[in-house]
């Protein structure tokens, strides 16, 4: 009962003051002739006076909170209605006045809260489920949004709009093969309409399908130049294919049609992210159970120019330490090398292909040599691409290579295809010729399983795959066995702590062995990846790693590293 009264006297303060026709008859004269707006006035008037003298009517209330909305009032007309509810609490019509008017002013928590009580008393209505799902929607409650509309639409299929409106919440939270989903049971329904064919676009960019998307959303944009959301739409799918100087082509477009939309400017900020300039300065510290320990920066910064090119340079400095004695330190007795190379490089989009190199100077002791890299990126299909590298430098794994001047040659090619939105396959294998006689060869193959998608979370089941073969095993200060095997099983997780902050989890578990251990025996990783303000200017990127029992490049069973870069985009 306190409660009750307390509640009502704070909503009483908010409408029942005095109302003078001086306060009220110009924001009234917007909406209404003066006539009715003087009216109007006259009935607010009337109404605070009978408040006035039988506060506990709660019928005045709800009188004077429609008369409120009447004259364009939402705020007042909601502490009205909720003046009517401390009176009477848990009244149908009461609660879905308020759900109404809460959600006219963006109160949409209040708005669902009304909506949650009304269910209670209508179990079997849908559409309270249907209401519940939007505000849910446009409150930012997205896991709560599909869950009521999948209510709603369990009992009722045949509405086909409202599976539209459940592909573009599931869109919202990230769960992109839910909304493809919804999007063909739309399309059973009503067929492919320009709606259907306008959000299967969205949802296609959104989810890495950026070529598709491009197609479709350039066939409407010839019906509908002028259309807003098409034309975000296609300015990112362009952003997502490289395509510089059409994306911001685009933009321009985007920003004529709404220039201060919270849309233009998260698209402003995507195509930052994706195609523009950026400079970081990275620091990695590296332990292992070999007493090995590398600390390395490594500063970089890129320009990217209008016509998709960009241009790279980059400065690296390592120290390593090793123990003495261990097989690692200098075949000298030395225990530290220091290594430093000092870049530069320029990468060029030609349609689907793109090609990158760079040369540099290196010194480690008292060597020097001129690395170098060429590269090339294919993108196939959206579902496919292909990458291949050459690259000549110094192996920098330990004291000992460093000061033998090791150094090799190598060759990458990288397979990453998803055949459906779910499903991801990455093959990986290289060839590495050394310059004292030995031949590396290292295949990875990756596969991964989308397993969730919610507002805060995502989660990915997978595995991998790893093999290791060396033509000839000598003592020059990196694991090389003739056979190296690893199989483990992988849990990957991410958590969204906010639009512009986020956590990347991988913790992988199996079973590896090499020739001198003929059984297999348990190891794995653990790493993770903080990133704050994803989409903003400045960025800063925590990396950590652990690998218990699983050989590494030293040849260490264990191992510990902790990273940190400094971003900025321009």
């Not at 709009?161 to 059973?188: C, D, F, H, M, Q």
């Not at 795959?465 to 095997?485: K, M, N, Q, V």
């Not at 029992?549 to 400094?566: D, Q």
Request: hydrophobic share 40%.
């Amino acid at each position: 009962m306190i409660a009750r009264t307390l509640v009502l006297a704070s909503v009483v303060s908010a409408v029942a003051a005095p109302l003078s026709a001086q306060a009220v008859a110009p924001g009234v004269s917007q909406a209404t002739t003066a006539a009715q707006g003087e009216e109007t006035i006259r009935t607010l008037q009337a109404l605070q006076q009978a408040i006035a003298v039988s506060p506990g009517d709660a019928a005045l209330y709800s009188r004077l909170s429609q008369t409120y909305a009447t004259a364009g009032f939402g705020q007042a007309a909601l502490h009205a209605i909720e003046a009517a509810l401390a009176l009477e609490p848990g009244r149908a019509d009461y609660l879905r006045a308020r759900a109404t008017l809460a959600t006219w002013v963006g109160e949409y928590g209040h708005a669902g809260e009304s909506y949650r009580q009304l269910r209670a008393l209508y179990p079997s209505d849908l559409e309270i489920a249907l209401a519940l799902a939007r505000v849910s929607a446009w409150g930012g409650d997205t896991d709560n949004a599909v869950k009521e509309y999948k209510r709603y639409l369990n009992g009722n299929a045949s509405n086909a709009p409202v599976w539209l409106e459940l592909a573009k919440t599931e869109s919202w939270r990230g769960n992109y093969p839910g909304s493809i989903e919804a999007l063909e049971a739309y399309r059973a329904q009503a067929g492919e309409t320009d709606s259907y064919h306008a959000e299967m676009a969205a949802v296609l960019v959104a989810a890495g399908r950026p070529g598709r998307a491009e197609h479709l959303v350039t066939r409407l944009l010839a019906q509908s130049p002028a259309d807003y959301e098409l034309n975000l739409t296609h300015t990112l799918a362009l952003g997502s294919q490289q395509r510089a100087k059409a994306a911001f082509e685009s933009l321009d477009t985007v920003r004529q049609l709404s220039p201060n939309a919270p849309q233009t400017r998260t698209t402003e900020r995507v195509l930052r992210n994706l195609l523009g300039s950026s400079a970081e300065a990275p620091f990695t510290s590296y332990a292992d159970s070999d007493a090995l320990k590398l600390q390395r920066i490594a500063p970089r910064a890129t320009v990217a120019l209008g016509s998709g090119t960009q241009i790279s340079a980059g400065y690296e400095r390592s120290t390593l330490d090793a123990r003495s004695g261990s097989g690692l330190d200098s075949l000298d007795g030395q225990t530290r090398a220091n290594y430093e190379h000092l870049w530069a490089g320029a990468a060029q989009r030609i349609g689907t292909i793109a090609v990158n190199g760079q040369v540099g100077y290196a010194t480690g002791n008292d060597h020097a040599s001129n690395p170098y890299g060429v590269g090339l990126e294919a993108r196939v299909a959206d579902s496919l691409r292909l990458t291949v590298v050459r690259a000549s430098g110094p192996l920098v794994i330990s004291p000992r290579t460093v000061d033998l001047g090791l150094s090799a040659i190598s060759h990458r090619a990288q397979i990453d295809w998803t055949p459906s939105l779910r499903y991801q396959l990455l093959f990986d294998a290289s060839l590495q010729d050394l310059s004292d006689g030995n031949r590396r060869w290292e295949v990875t193959f990756s596969p991964r399983r989308t397993m969730a998608r919610r507002a805060g979370f995502n989660l990915d089941l997978g595995g991998v795959a790893y093999r290791l073969e060396t033509s000839r095993d000598f003592d020059h200060g990196y694991y090389d066995p003739r056979e190296y095997e690893y199989y483990a099983a992988g849990i990957y997780p991410y958590l969204k702590l906010r639009e512009n902050a986020g956590i990347a989890m991988t913790v992988a578990a199996g079973v590896q062995r090499d020739d001198r251990a003929p059984s297999f025996h348990f190891g794995g990783t653990v790493s993770s990846e903080a990133t704050f303000g994803i989409y903003r200017p400045w960025v800063l990127k925590i990396n950590s790693s652990a690998t218990l029992n699983g050989r590494l490049e030293s040849g260490a069973f264990r191992a510990f590293s902790v990273a940190a870069a400094l971003v900025r985009r321009f």
